[in-house]
């Protein structure tokens, strides 16, 4: 009987320490299945929406090639059908290239043609996301950094008051600085508020050298495939020296603003987008677009990228 008593003792006391070990890898499992700390991937399907950054980066090892067109006035008076609605002519044109250093800093070159007085823009640029969003919400939004320096490689003009009057290498320089803030809502709506500060070494004169800007921009996911975007720049100008470039220019000021399509082929991103803004590099149109939606001073737009590994180990 005493034998009997110990052998089911013992038979208690190892089911129940099994069954602690098997509830306790249990939790494991479960613990790894729902991580406390996981990061929100694809806020944005690419880099940039219109005129808009987004906090996306390049994966490590990757090579990011993307091409940029923006045509004439699909309206107004240098629009319409003598222009095939803009089609005949192209206001800016930017090539560039952006390699993955790590998975959250991404540098890149560009060359831009330039839509404003400004001409032959090379671009250096870099950017680091340094915080993501995670799935509880203990991190609630990603934020990035992106600064950029651009030269202008055109010949200096002889006019004393032009913008391009350079008598030094380092007037043709210009430099932005961006912190992008990002959050994604959902599975389908993503936002992205982006202050901005944009210094110009040289420009025309009684014109700002340092300008604020605030942009905003969206995504609203509309198929697996496609998404609907949007962005908008408010630049903080002095009003006395606004007021007199537009009286000596007699061109006003207009905000950028974009909206478009941004389609995933499986190979690439394409965006088709309408904007009023000319040019794409943020030293121009966030403080030079003179274009008006309400004249018909807007344009078509695409991007197209496409994205190179260079990575030999396989992703895990």
């Not at 987004?54 to 990757?62: A, G, L, Q, S």
């Not at 995670?134 to 913008?163: L, R, W």
């Not at 908008?232 to 006395?240: E, K, M």
Request: with cysteine; net charge neutral.
């Amino acid at each position: 009987m005493q034998g009997n008593m110990k052998s089911i003792i013992c038979t208690l006391l190892c089911g129940i320490t099994t069954g602690a070990f098997a509830q306790e890898d249990l939790d494991k499992l479960i613990d790894l299945g729902n991580p406390k700390n996981e990061k929100v991937t694809a806020t944005f399907k690419s880099g940039s929406l219109i005129n808009l950054k987004t906090t996306e980066t390049i994966h490590r090892n990757e090579l990011d090639f993307k091409v940029d067109h923006r045509f004439g006035d699909i309206a107004g008076s240098a629009g319409g059908s003598k222009n095939f609605f803009g089609l005949d002519n192209s206001s800016d044109i930017r090539i560039g290239l952006d390699y993955g250093l790590l998975d959250n800093l991404t540098i890149g070159i560009a060359r831009a043609k330039g839509a404003t007085e400004i001409r032959q823009l090379y671009e250096a640029n870099l950017k680091y996301r340094f915080l993501e969003q995670t799935v509880d919400n203990s991190v609630p939004v990603s934020i990035a950094f992106f600064g950029s320096t651009t030269v202008s490689a055109m010949e200096a003009s002889e006019d004393k008051n032009s913008a391009a009057n350079f008598d030094d290498f380092s007037d043709r320089m210009s430099y932005v600085s961006q912190l992008i803030i990002a959050r994604k809502f959902s599975s389908g709506i993503s936002f992205a508020l982006v202050p901005t500060y944009l210094h110009r070494n040289f420009t025309a004169f009684n014109e700002q050298n340092n300008m604020f800007a605030i942009g905003i921009g969206g995504r609203a996911k509309v198929s697996n495939r496609i998404a609907v975007v949007a962005d908008y720049f408010l630049p903080f100008r002095q009003s006395s020296k606004k007021q007199y470039r537009e009286n000596i220019t007699g061109q006003r000021y207009y905000n950028a603003l974009g909206v478009g399509l941004e389609m995933d082929t499986g190979g690439h991103i394409f965006h088709l987008n309408f904007t009023n803004a000319t040019a794409m590099q943020e030293s121009q149109f966030i403080s030079e677009t003179i274009s008006s939606w309400g004249k018909g001073q807007f344009r078509w737009g695409f991007s197209i990228a496409r994205r190179f590994s260079f990575d030999k180990k396989p992703k895990e």
